[in-house]
């Protein structure tokens, strides 16, 4: 079983920048994918992949993202961090942690981020 708790989002400008935070419940140690997922409003159930980071630290992001955001993780903190500049009204989405342990997934319960024009 692992908690995963997101936060950080809120309300910025287009062009401007926030950071995401998800800490796990659990050591990260032995984890291997944390990815960033977001929801648009009025998409539906439909989660977009966003960001993933292996516990060697390879990366991979959407291509809607690449080059803007950044993720990383602090194994020592139980934590991955999405690092979002030059932010666009279209990302605004609520943006959840997800981490695959065995068969089970995981999902916190996310966080809001508006992006106004």
């Known amino acids: 079983q692992v908690e995963l708790v997101e936060s950080g989002g809120g309300l910025v400008q287009a062009g401007g920048s926030l950071r995401l935070s998800c800490v796990a419940s659990?050591?990260?140690?032995?984890?291997?994918?944390m990815r960033w997922y977001r929801q648009a409003p009025g998409k539906g159930e439909q989660r977009e992949f966003v960001?993933?980071?292996?516990?060697?630290?390879?990366?991979n992001y959407a291509g809607s993202v690449k080059g803007r955001f950044t993720i990383s993780r602090d194994n020592a903190k139980s934590t991955v961090y999405l690092q979002m500049n030059s932010l666009k009204p279209e990302d605004t989405a609520v943006y959840y942690c997800?981490?695959?342990?065995?068969?089970?997934?995981?999902w916190g319960k996310g966080t809001l981020v508006t992006v106004s024009s």
């Open positions: 997800n981490v695959p342990v065995g068969l089970s997934d995981y």
């Open positions: 960001a993933a980071i292996t516990g060697v630290a390879s990366t």
């Open positions: 659990r050591t990260m140690f032995n984890i291997n994918y």
